[in-house]
């Protein structure tokens, strides 16, 4: 279990997260959803370690994730595709995926397993194996982070805002893929979205951030359905 305690996070003055608690189960798709400014992204890069929580605690599986550098947090298993996403533009697809399936599988041929399951999940890439990362659409490029991030087996996905400049087919295709990840290898994923009804539409929880805490936690299907807290919550 991920889990959140009494965080909270600044990055000058004022805390931008406040003493916020959120416990998220294995296996589970957590919509993490607010307007901009809200804080998801920092709550992500808390979780995977880019920044320190002023207060309060990180957990995974009980283990305290507070003093644990970034690399050692991969290695626990958590894994964070970031805005903006993660390609190295220079190398091509191929390199990509190798490059990060380098540190979990030493063996040459166990990482060329692993580099053609990711083939075979993302179809597209297989067809651009030789194209260098800046050849890729955005579409592309966001299923090359992806597919980088879970070739290293994570327990824990951390996404931000992975349906930014994509066209609506591919967003669907991406968001289905994620669905079929966690449900196949129970992969637990936080994902931040400012495209509300396609992460409800995969999630099984929608937690609301608004000004550092959580305003709303309930399952996704009856924030998705219930127009009340949609209009008080999301805006629409
Ligand atoms: P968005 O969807 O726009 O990325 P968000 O919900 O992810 O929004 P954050 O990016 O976490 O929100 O930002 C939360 C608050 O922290 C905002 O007020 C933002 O201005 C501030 N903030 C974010 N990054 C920094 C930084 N590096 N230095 C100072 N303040 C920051």
Redesign the pocket.
């Known amino acids: 279990m991920l889990s959140f305690q009494s965080l909270t996070v600044a990055?000058?003055g004022s805390p931008?997260i406040d003493e916020l608690n959120l416990d998220i189960q294995d296996g589970a798709v957590v919509a993490l959803l607010?307007a901009?400014?809200?804080?998801?992204?920092?709550?992500l890069r808390t979780a995977s370690g880019l920044l320190a929580p002023r207060a309060g605690r990180v957990q995974l599986d009980g283990q305290d994730l507070t003093s644990v550098a970034v690399e050692n947090r991969v290695r626990l298993g958590l894994a964070q595709v970031p805005?903006g996403r993660s390609v190295v533009t220079e190398l091509s697809v191929d390199e990509n995926l190798h490059l990060g399936g380098l540190w979990r599988y030493r063996d040459r041929s166990d990482r060329n397993a692993a580099v053609d399951q990711m083939y075979e999940m993302f179809e597209p890439l297989w067809r651009r194996r030789m194209s260098l990362g800046h050849e890729l659409s955005g579409g592309e490029r966001q299923m090359l982070s992806l597919a980088r991030a879970l070739i290293s087996e994570p327990r824990v996905l951390l996404l931000d805002?992975p349906s930014l400049g994509l066209a609506p087919r591919v967003v669907a295709q991406l968001m289905t893929l994620l669905r079929e990840t966690a449900d196949r290898t129970g992969l637990t994923v936080l994902l931040?979205e400012?495209n509300v009804t396609s992460a409800l539409s995969i999630a099984d929880r929608g937690v609301v951030?608004g000004l550092g805490e959580i305003v709303v936690d309930a399952p996704a299907a009856d924030l998705a359905a219930d127009p009340a807290l949609r209009q008080a919550y999301l805006g629409f």
């Open positions: 990055y000058t931008v607010g901009n400014g809200a804080g998801k992204s920092t709550l805005e805002e931040a400012q951030l």
